[in-house]
């Protein structure tokens, strides 16, 4: 089974790419990349953009929550595709979510597993697409901790 989520898409917010904040996420993720740490206008790590959900409000929450139960739900992938260098400090952008494909697979210890892809779209401040992550969420029919069925 494939289909597309008929969900609608999220409520635009921004989120400005922050000179300090490129530092911290390099420092914890243990960069010594000087493009990073000490350029004036430093390029945001290429995964510094997951950064953006501390910058949602209750109504630009990610579409596809609503799952059985968390118990249930496994992180299944995250892809970064920029469209040119990744954003640099000082940027704002503007960033949307959008259900994508949902399918199932059969599995040996969770049965069923539905794959829910969240695609996001980041913007800068002319509306050019700067970049676009796909996350996928898989969500098991049981605990795996149930056993075979």
């Known amino acids: 089974m494939e289909s597309s989520d008929e969900a609608p898409a999220s409520t635009p917010f921004q989120m400005t790419i922050e000179r300090g904040k490129i530092r911290e996420f390099a420092q914890a993720t243990k960069s010594k990349n000087p493009d990073y740490l000490s350029a004036e206008a430093p390029v945001s790590p290429t995964t510094f953009l997951v950064t953006s959900t501390f910058w949602q409000d209750p109504d630009s929450h990610r579409v596809g929550a609503g799952f059985a139960s968390y118990d249930r739900i496994l992180h299944g992938a995250q892809e970064y595709i920029f469209f040119g260098e ?40 002319t509306g050019l697409l700067v970049a676009e992550s796909r996350g996928t969420v898989i969500e098991t029919s049981r605990p795996p901790s149930e056993g075979p069925a």
Do not use: C, I, N, W
Request: glycine share 12%.
């Open 86 to 125: 990744p954003p640099r400090a000082g940027t704002t952008l503007t960033v949307q979510s959008r259900p994508g494909r949902v399918y199932e697979k059969t599995g040996r210890r969770g049965g069923v597993m539905t794959f829910h892809e969240l695609v996001t779209e980041y913007r800068d401040e």
